[in-house]
């Protein structure tokens, strides 16, 4: 079974660059997630989507932070203008339910860089 | 609000000892718990979960863990490391329809 999948895997770009990350999520799952790592704050929720509607985006940190999930197979989380502070890796992860007995299974992830 | 703990920033252990990570939940019912490992480059991969019954589970590559509901405690076990198992293990706790609460991870080194 094909696992969540995460695109790019790297991305470096200049500041105030429009970034865009991507993810496709196991079949059947219904809820998606997008984590944001880094060495300072660990690994932060920013937003999770229950059958594609956004659902808690109070972990988004900025306006300059959006995401969209138009169908279920697909999300997107887009950083426009990006800056320096915005590098770190973004997790996506999907589960059959957002409910607490739902494991989440992780994609690969997105290692940014702004410069 | 539920919250998790781990205490242990990094570990070191020799290979071949044994291995003990501490995690230790705040949740007032019964939680669901689990544990999930992350090798360099790579996102969390779940070792084990928790939902009822027995207090001991069994995960994959050789982990266990149990539920202590006395201690608030899940803590991961292994009988023998390999060099393999260095990686940043992440205690999670699930309740309600929130999505799971991660802890701020145990990364763990091996020496030989």
């Known amino acids: 079974d094909a696992g969540v999948i995460q695109s790019p895997r790297h991305e470096v770009t200049e500041m105030g660059q429009e970034v865009t990350l991507r993810c496709k999520p196991i079949s059947g799952h219904n809820s998606l997630f997008w984590y944001r790592q880094t060495m300072m704050r660990g690994l932060e929720l920013l937003i999770y989507?229950?059958?594609?509607?956004?659902?808690?985006d109070s972990g988004m940190p900025e306006d300059r932070f959006s995401a969209k999930m138009p169908n279920a197979s697909f999300s997107t989380l887009k950083i426009q203008p990006s800056e320096p502070r915005d590098s770190a890796v973004y997790f996506c992860a999907s589960s059959r339910t957002g409910g607490r007995n739902q494991p989440q299974h992780f994609g690969d992830g997105t290692r940014l860089s702004i410069l | 609000a539920q919250s998790v703990t781990q205490p242990d920033i990094h570990i070191t252990v020799s290979e071949g000892a044994s291995l003990e990570l501490r995690c230790n939940y705040s949740y007032g019912a019964t939680p669901y718990l689990f544990w999930y490992v992350q090798s360099p480059g790579q996102g969390l991969q779940l070792l084990l979960k928790?939902?009822?019954?027995?207090?001991l589970v069994q995960g994959i590559k050789g982990f266990e863990a149990e539920f202590k509901r006395s201690q608030s405690s899940f803590n991961l076990r292994k009988p023998s490391v390999h060099w393999s198992d260095a990686a940043e293990y992440f205690c999670?706790?699930?309740?309600?329809?929130?999505?799971?609460?991660f802890g701020k991870g145990t990364r763990l080194s091996v020496i030989a």
């Open positions: 989507f229950n059958n594609n509607v956004p659902i808690d």
């Open positions: 999670a706790v699930g309740s309600g329809n929130t999505p799971l609460v």
């Open positions: 928790y939902f009822s019954g027995d207090t």
